[in-house]
């Protein structure tokens, strides 16, 4: 069973940072994509950011500049520094992985985290 563990969320007034950690743990051949998300009530799940295996990147329009994505290989394992936060990055993030179960099997499965909440004061 695959597993996406999350930490790091919390309360910070605007200006300031926080970081976001994700790790897969279970049995899986390789991780592709490495992600995160957020959601706020009423509205649907949005891209933040994500990473390839081999380190491209992809950020939302509204946090470029300001978040920056990065993965550990080694420790399966995904992060979000977000610096200058804003009220409106107010959000539960997700952390999302697609991952390959086996050698022998082609395709990838997607996995979420159970969120964390952000919250940054105005």
């Known amino acids: 069973q695959v597993q996406l563990v999350e930490s790091g969320g919390g309360l910070v007034q605007a200006g300031g940072s926080l970081r976001l950690s994700c790790a897969a743990s279970?049995?899986?051949?390789?991780?592709?994509?490495m992600g995160w998300y957020r959601q706020t009530p009423g509205k649907q799940r949005e891209l933040v950011a994500v990473?390839?295996?081999?380190?491209?990147?992809s950020y939302a329009d509204s946090v470029k500049g300001r978040f920056t994505i990065s993965r550990d290989n080694t420790k399966n394992t995904v992060y979000l520094q977000m610096n200058s936060l804003k009220p409106e990055d107010t959000a539960v993030y997700y952390c999302?992985?697609?991952?390959?179960?086996?050698?022998?099997?082609?395709?990838?499965?997607?996995?979420w985290g159970q969120g964390t909440q952000v919250t940054v004061s105005s």
């Open positions: 279970g049995n899986f051949f390789s991780i592709n994509v």
């Open positions: 999302y992985a697609e991952i390959q179960r086996s050698s022998a099997v082609r395709g990838v499965n997607a996995y």
């Open positions: 990473v390839t295996s081999v380190a491209r990147t």
